[in-house]
């Protein structure tokens, strides 16, 4: 099971391709350089709260929606036998 710094880069990585965001772009929501996202994303350095929190404010949505494994992540639950 993935921790929760692999949930939020993967989520990241999903808002990115979703909203059609680019590295140097969420750089600039985050006010870091291209670079620092680059190390965020490949899971080098991990995302802040600050960097989390000034995401979830552009993106108009609650930090603990940041947090959540995205969809393709959850592994659907398998039946009892």
């Known amino acids: ?3 929760i ?6 989520t990241v990585r999903q ?25 965020r994303l490949r899971g080098r350095t991990r995302f802040s709260l600050r960097d989390l929190d000034a995401l979830a404010r552009h993106l108009g949505v609650p930090v ?5 494994a995205p ?3 959850v592994a659907p639950m398998g039946r009892a036998s």
């Open 64 to 68: 603990a929606e940041l947090l959540e």
């Open 5 to 10: 710094a692999s949930n939020v880069t993967a």
């Open 15 to 39: 808002v990115l391709r979703e909203r059609h965001l680019s590295q140097e772009q969420l750089g600039e929501v985050l006010g870091l350089s291209q670079q620092a996202v680059s190390d």
């Open 1 to 3: 099971m993935p921790d």
């Open 71 to 73: 969809a393709s992540l």
